[in-house]
């Protein structure tokens, strides 16, 4: 819906939700920037103060020391997530297709087997995993966490599938006329017109990977292979005495990277190349 | 018809090439984490729960050992939530060679076959019961064998507010003696706001509440008779309990949960205790270090046996802890972790990092510079606690971790007047001792082959 | 079979192989082995004992569990359609043509980028009764409603009160809607500018516009977000775990099932019992949401079908 057909009341209206909205969403962070920059006797008083009594910029570099490795485990977080992303989107998308722009007997009903798989919840399939990586003996090295990407996710294939559902047979039904082949199909045709949903597969993806901690404390032994979000980890202590301040420093770092991220990317995937598709 | 296919705006395509590339350097330098253990010295990887100053005290005591000698070379890690790593680790086959966890911890995997058993060992060494506090010692035990050795101990005590007591017209020297006084104390030491709300109080059994579940130490019950009887509901029990439920009836449950939430986290200047809104309360030795982080300067405090309820047999009741070193069962280097471990064990190491954590050492024999250099004024008191006859500890069973679960939520319904005493604590004796008795019955099923490879090694 | 069925055929299962092989190792095999070990006594470490039915057994019987599933439940009941409400507007709001939209959808969705130790830590601080950020705002309103109305509410007290605690886990969730409005906003860019002309030159206000065009056309997405929404709430369990300090909560009032099968596991060494709960749970999501396909087929349209 284009906006410039609404009154100026319309407009104000809207943007004030808008405004609303984003200090509803913003001001936990803002408070996880203010602690970030707090000495550590301030973070955690109520009433919570907004400015610290002095501006502890030294928490950053602190931080980044108390982690111990924190460049290493930014590499082994990017690598991870490269890897990730890269498998996501191939896997995902072929099997989409696969799913979506074929008709071939008995694919809704194994299309119903992939949704009942993401009803399965993780914790209850650790443990036999766990097992199966220890017979291969990855228990340790990174390939837990990026193999099972190229396996094709069953919320991405869910989420792609909708997508190319959306785009009109018709097109497809032209290119095989013309002599394309499925897979030629795929990539020249359908995977051009769905960018924004493969994009957000992708970035999706890259998030979950730089955020999960879970995956890696279980999979990761040695700790020249953690990750910045297990990283995180080792500024909470276990009988109260967090440095609050470095935490939040230290996630101020982390999150800083992939906001920048989204915001340049999501003019591409969310405007743009998707509807041209529409028109005929 | 056919369509061109837009093409990815180059920009993007090179900032991911670039970024793979930065990626892949960065990964792969290898930068090692550690100076040493190039020089072909046997790597042992040590886990510890530790962080902040007492991960550098322990990681003191390493550099020392490491100095020490030229064969061994210990890699110290800080990891979080290590009862839970540790587990999956060593069920996957991939578990550290030495790792530090609570003495709570210790029957379920000694149970579970996830721990080398170190009887042989200690003995080949002459570590022996002596030169230990006995409670400690005893702790490292479970169904005959030893499976660990001491790390730091702990003890709780009644830790109290001398200058609330003065402002209350009570003698600061004079801690109570029994939960009678206790509660004439609390009586003196409560104020209520012109609308009813509490301002300060006495004594809280929910602050900080982390041995709920083991209020009856101080009278004269226990939560397990023998090591297959569950007593959540003895008479002694129901007594501690019932105490308890005197709270929210004296002081009714929606002010105490008023109060409770004006309060601040435990590390900080808003910890009740601090800033005085709470004047006794039931901690452990560490809290000396909070007192000198979060309190404010004048702060005065006092430490006494938390007392107990018979005032005619004034035993000194406290709970001990331990922190323990273990050998997870397939760890690759058992003999030279075990070095390292009796290494810690000894007098001068042993003192060097109790001191550098604050706490006392689980030795018997503890030199005077000890506690000349003590930053803990109170240390002596707590030490005398773990040495006495009154020192408890938690229920060494399997089902540990559920049972002090099921009390917790029992105290939660008590303290909020949802379930008095008795209901509380019968749901958790029937659904505790049913537990244990499925526990007992798993044991007995995989008792002989378990103890038949412990008595081989 | 037409050679063409054959080739279609061939050609569907190639394209789909990625997935099926991973179906097999991640998932088959996994649910396979651990409803075996939902039928045994199993702790990690010591072998599995086949024991039959007893974990079931025990679970029917379970206080504990009956409780978990009841406040799983409830949480799914409020949880999903609020975050689909949530979801959507926000998208719509944020899909007008305003100056700095990219900046407010970057806001929107910058909690969904937060570590979830730090999104437990701010939102506790936030929930607080007594100084907390939500009660100092929600203190005036109530103060004038109490008026009104001449009742005496306080501000709840959200995580320490038994009957509040889920609905401070609802708020929490609520504010990592980000996911879901993005896909909502790729769902409305596929909106033909054309209907909205259209219907423009017909009349028709905002309120008719969506109903009868931005609705039916990303229906399918609000089907996605629906079906993820509820196979997302059924098995909550990252938030209020780290909220509670991997508690649950004031009267288990915040144990779900996720929570208590997480429990069994890695506190108490249950591993047989917790693949049981695991398989109850897996039964609930599968027939709640084959509920939620036949209910609303109907409803979807597909351009593309």
New interface residues.
Partial sequence: MTGHRNSRFAQALIYGALVLAAIAFLTPLAWMVSTSLKPLNETMSLPQAWVPSRICWENYPDSIREMHDFWRYAGNSLLLCLLSVTGTVASSALAAYGFSRIEWKGRDKVFFVLLATMMIPFPVVMVPIYGLFKELGWIGTFKPLWVPAFFAGAFNVFLLRQFFLGIPKEISEAARIDGCSEFGIFLRVILPLSKPALLIVGLFQFLYTWNDFLGPLVYLTEQKNFTLALGLQSFQSQNGGTSWHHLMAASTLIVLPVILLFFFTQKSFIEGVATTGRKN | MTHDPPSTPPPVRTIWNRVLCVAVLLAGSGVPLQAGAGDGRIVIRYWEKWTGFEADAMRSVVDDFNASQGRIFVEYSSVSQIDRRLMLATAGGVPPDVAGIWAANLPVYAENNALTPLDGPARERGIHRGAYIPVFWDMCHYRGHLWALPATPASVALIYNKKMFREAGLDPERPPRSIAELEAFNGKLTRRSASGRLQTIGHLPEEPGWWNALWGFWFGGKLLEGDSRVTADSPENLAAYRWVQSYPERFGAENLLAMRDGFGNFASPQNPFFNGRVAMILQGNWIHNFIRNYAPPDFEWGVAAFPSSDPSNPQAVSIVECDILVIPTGAKHPGEAFEFIAYVNTRAPMEKLCLLQQKFSPLRECGPEFFQGHPNPHIRTFLDLAKGPGARTAPAVTTWNEFKSDMGNAVSRIWAGKAPAQDALGDVQKRQQKNLDRRIERWRRIAPAHTKSWREQ | ?TKR?RH??L??????S??A???L???A???A??LY?SLC?Y?????A?FIGGQNYRDLATD?VFWTALYNTLFFAAFAIPLGLVVALG?A???????RG???????????????????A???Q??L????G?VNTVLNPVLGVINGILGTDWPAP?WL???RFAKWGIIFTVL?GAG?AV??F??G???V??HL?ESA?IDGANFLQ?TIHI?LPIIS??I??NM??GL?GS??V?AVPFVMTGG??G???SLLFL?TY???N?????N?GY??AI??I??LV??LL?LAA?KLSERHVF????
């Fill in positions: 079979m069925d279609n055929l050609t569907g299962l190639l394209f789909i990625p997935w092989v991973g179906f190792a991640f998932c095999y996994p649910l082995g651990s070990f006594d702790s990690a470490l010591s072998p004992v206080g926000l719509v709001l944020l899909n007008f043509n305003v939209r990219g900046l407010f959808r970057t806001i929107i969705f910058l909690p969904s980028l937060v570590p979830m130790v730090c999104l830590v701010l939102w601080w936030m607080n009764g007594e100084l950020l007290n320490a009160d038994a504010w996911n993005v896909i906003l790729a409305l860019q596929d033909p500018r909205y423009d516009k931005t399918p997405v089907y996605f079906i993820m196979i059924l098995q369990f508690g649950d004031p009267e288990r996720a099968l997480y429990q596991a890695f506190d108490y060494w591993m917790a693949c695991g398989v749970l897996f999501i599968l949401t396909c597909y351009a593309g079908k």
